[in-house]
Every structure is written in structure tokens, then in C-alpha cells.
């Protein structure tokens, strides 16, 4: 079993920048791709962005130009940075491992976090 702790969310002012963290744990489970997807307040889990084992990097269109996703493989840390913050981008977002291809399903994702809350003013 894979435990995944996001943090680094807040509140923060539009325009402003946040870099969220995610640590894995627990059983070694060969992950071959992590993604970062979203969930605002009355709407649909939203994948953002994707890196795969092989370092090969998606992102959503919301995503695009503002935030940047990146792996530390000897922290087993997943991180994603983010840019020019609106209030559109305020959710929880929550980090997600598959031992499958990359996807934009949550539902093809073994592993989720609890989230950490975004909230843009």
C-alpha cells in the first residue's frame, strides 16, 4: 500500500504563486506515472498535469504556461509549482501514482492523497 501526503496549499492573492508537494510511502509499488489533479467546490475531479517515469511531462490547458510538475526521485517527492494564480484555479488539489500508462481519469489511478486546499483571492 502507497500512502500520499500532499501540503504547501494556502491562500494566496491573484497573480501569486504556490509550490505544492507530495511524499510517498509505505509498500515500494512500481509507479510509473503521478499526476496532480483538482477538484473545485461543485465540479468534476480535474487532472492538471502528469509526469511519467521517463520524465515526460502533460498538462491540461488550465495548466499550460503557469504551472510546471516535476519529480525528485530520491526524495520520492512529486512537486508542482504554480504560477499566476486566479481565483479560477482555487480547489483541492490532490496527488495521484498508477503503475499503469499515464491518464486523465482519476479512476485509472491505484493512489490519491487527501489534498491540499488552494484558495485564490
Known amino acids: 500500500q502507497v500512502q500520499l501526503v500532499e501540503s504547501g496549499g494556502g491562500s494566496v492573492q491573484a497573480g501569486g504563486s504556490l509550490r505544492l508537494s507530495c511524499v510517498g510511502s509505505g509498500h515500494p509499488y512500481p509507479t510509473t506515472c503521478m499526476s496532480w489533479f483538482r477538484q473545485a467546490p461543485g465540479k468534476e475531479l480535474e487532472e492538471i498535469a502528469s509526469i511519467g517515469s521517463d520524465g515526460v511531462t502533460n498538462y491540461a490547458d488550465p495548466a499550460k504556461g503557469r504551472f510546471t510538475i516535476s519529480h525528485d526521485d530520491d526524495a520520492n517527492r512529486l512537486y508542482l509549482q504554480m504560477r499566476s494564480l486566479t481565483p479560477e484555479d482555487t480547489a483541492m488539489y490532490y496527488c495521484?501514482?498508477?503503475?499503469?500508462?499515464?491518464?486523465?481519469?482519476?479512476?485509472?489511478?491505484?493512489?490519491r492523497g487527501q489534498g491540499t486546499q488552494v484558495t485564490v483571492s
Open positions: 495521484a501514482a498508477t503503475g499503469g500508462p499515464c491518464s486523465w481519469l482519476g479512476t485509472d489511478y491505484a493512489f
